[in-house]
């Protein structure tokens, strides 16, 4: 299962990684919280549908945050009418009116997407991996000593929050000159615009990217301040847990070369010691179905055992 903001999504998947009987809803807007889940509950009496359901050994959840693993419950910033929502339980307990009496894992969606990255996408292969989403917000996750690493409450890889700019601007989390409020899209959009930056039209992330391909300094300047941001929090994490590459997915990193040429550029800077010298930083590759991919590889690695 694939939750968010825009849509409700569910595949059964295989072990290999295929996608099959996939279906989705859109997430009602405006709507109190049991109308919301109802969403989830067809998408679920539509996956059981399938002649393999049965099948089913076990079921991610993948989920916007903030998520809180440790209760089972989520409090999305964009689905208003769940704060403290008890998701993990309810999708159980719809699980079992359609039969399948299997263990459940929920993990946010930075969490999911390290583990589909890792499983089948740019990580694989890496034992030590910080894996990234940087578009309105930023995201992330970590795997260490081949292990999803998703911490006591789900959260941990919250690259997004921690600060590269210790006098930075506040951010929306308290917390000062955080990673997000320098190189997310709204950010890269909003440092534009208070530069003089006009947009043609497009006056998004997406907008300012179109422009800085097409030379605009002002524009430039915006991904080369997100690009060294982002180059200095993987530096951090490499030099603190020894990461080996970090991949980054997400709306803002499929401007390509206009964000990753900043980043790679600047991480000469931040990534000094030998141990970190051969760090790599590569595109995300799982794209659209990177959440139900890796809710379901997350379901795996956290439920190996
Ligand atoms: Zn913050």
Redesign the pocket.
């Known amino acids: 299962m694939d939750i968010g903001g825009t849509k409700v999504a569910g595949a059964l998947v295989d072990s290999d990684g295929a996608m099959t009987a996939t279906t989705r809803r859109p997430t009602p807007r405006g709507a109190d919280g049991d109308t919301v889940f109802a969403a989830v509950a067809e998408v679920v009496a539509e996956l059981a549908q399938s002649p393999l359901w049965a099948s089913a050994v076990r079921c991610g959840i993948g989920s916007a945050g903030p998520v809180d693993t440790a209760r089972g419950t989520v409090s999305p910033v964009n689905i208003g009418a769940w704060r403290g929502f008890p998701v993990q339980a309810r999708v159980e307990a719809e699980l079992a009116r359609h039969g399948a009496r299997i263990p459940t894992v929920l993990a946010g969606d930075g969490v999911a997407m390290t583990a589909a990255e890792h499983w089948l996408g740019a990580a694989r292969g890496h034992a030590n991996a910080l894996c990234m989403v940087v578009s309105t917000g930023v995201g992330g996750g970590l795997v260490l000593n081949n292990q999803l690493h998703p911490g006591p409450t789900g959260n941990a890889g919250h690259i997004?929050?921690i600060?590269v700019a210790f006098d930075g601007e506040p951010?929306?989390?308290?917390?000062r000159g955080?990673?997000?409020?320098l190189a997310s899209g709204t950010a890269i959009a909003a440092w534009a615009l208070a530069q003089g930056w006009v947009p043609a039209g497009d006056a998004t992330a997406a907008g300012v990217a179109a422009a800085a391909a097409a030379g605009d300094p002002v524009a430039l300047a915006a991904f080369d301040r997100a690009g060294r941001a982002l180059a200095a929090a993987i530096a951090a994490t490499a030099t603190l847990v020894e990461t080996d590459i970090a991949v980054i997915g997400g709306g803002v990193a499929a401007c390509g070369d206009t964000l990753f040429g900043p980043v790679r550029a600047h991480l000469a800077s931040y990534a000094t010691l030998s141990f970190v010298k051969d760090l790599q930083v590569v595109p995300a590759m799982l794209g659209t179905h990177a959440g139900l991919i890796g809710a379901a590889a997350a379901a795996t690695m956290l439920l190996r055992s």
Do not use: T
């Not at 951010?171 to 917390?175: H, I, L």
């Not at 955080?178 to 409020?181: A, L, Q, R, T």
């Open positions: 997004g929050h600060s951010c929306a989390c308290g917390g955080c990673v997000e409020s």
